[in-house]
C-alpha cells in the first residue's frame, strides 16, 4: 500500500526566472533525503540562488535514467523520499523521469508533484495562436524527410503545433514546415522569463523573412490548418502525375501525394488518381 507521505516528488523549476521557484517547491527540496537532478551543476546554483540547502543529489538524466531505477526505488521502498527536478521547468515534458515515475506507481510508491513553470503552456499563454487542442513534440527530428512523416499526418487536423529547436535548425526546420504545413499563424517565443524574453509573431510562409541571429531556448507554436488550405484540383492532379512517374502501388502513389496535397484525404486523392489513370488509358487507345 502507498505511504501516507509522497516517496517521490516531481518537481517544477524555473525556466530562466529563480524567482518563479515556488515556497512550497523550496520547501520540499529541503525536506527530501535526495534530489533526482538532470544536471547536478545547474541544480546545484538554482538552490543556491534560491538559498535551498539540499542533503544530497543523484543525477537522471537521458543516458543514466533506467540503470538509476534499481538503487532509487530501494532507496524509497527503506522509506526514503526523493524530488525530481529537470533542468528548467516540469519534469518528464521533454524530459527524464518517465521511467522512475511508472516504476514507482508499479512499486506502489506514492508519486505527487508540485506545478509550477512549463514551458510549452507557457509559450501558449502568450502567443495570441489558438491554444486548443495543441499537440506537443518536445523535439522533432532533425533529418527532414524524419520531420515530413512527423507532421505530414496533421497538415489537416484541427490542432496547434508545439514544439522546441535549437537556433542552429530553426531556419531548416521552417522551410521544411511550411511546405507540409502551408499557410498557417507561427509563434517563435524564446528565453522565456529571462531578461531577452520574446515572442516574435508572423506566418509560416514568410519564414524566409525570420532574422538569422536567434539566441537562447526557442519554443516554436504554429496554428491550425486555415479553412482556405486544400490546393486547387489542377494542382493535385499534376502532383499524382508527377508521383504515377516515379512508379509503385496506387496506394503507394497516394500516400506520397499526400504528404504535398494539403486539404485532400487519402479516399479523394485515390478518386482523383483512378479518373487521371482512365483519362490517360482512354486518350492512349484513342492514339493507337
Known sequence: MPSTLPSLWVVATPLGN??????????????VDFVLAEDTRRAGLLCRQCGITVRRFVSCHDHNEDARLHATLASLREGQTAALISDAGTPLVADPGFLMVRACHKEGLRVSMLPGPCAPIAALSAAGIAPQPFTFF????????????????????????????RKDRLHATLATLAHILGRRDLAIARELTKEHEEFI???LEEHETLRTELLGEITVIIGPPEETLAIPKEEALEILRQEQQQGGKPKDIVKRAQVQCLGWTAKALYTLLTECTSFEASDTRRES
Open 18 to 31: 529563480p524567482g518563479d521557484l515556488s515556497p512550497r517547491a523550496k520547501s520540499v527540496l529541503e525536506s
Open 138 to 165: 518536445g523535439f522533432l527530428p532533425r533529418d527532414a524527410h524524419a520531420q515530413e512523416q512527423t507532421l505530414a499526418p496533421f497538415a489537416r487536423i484541427q490542432t496547434t503545433l508545439v514544439f522546441f529547436e
Open 201 to 203: 509573431i508572423m506566418r
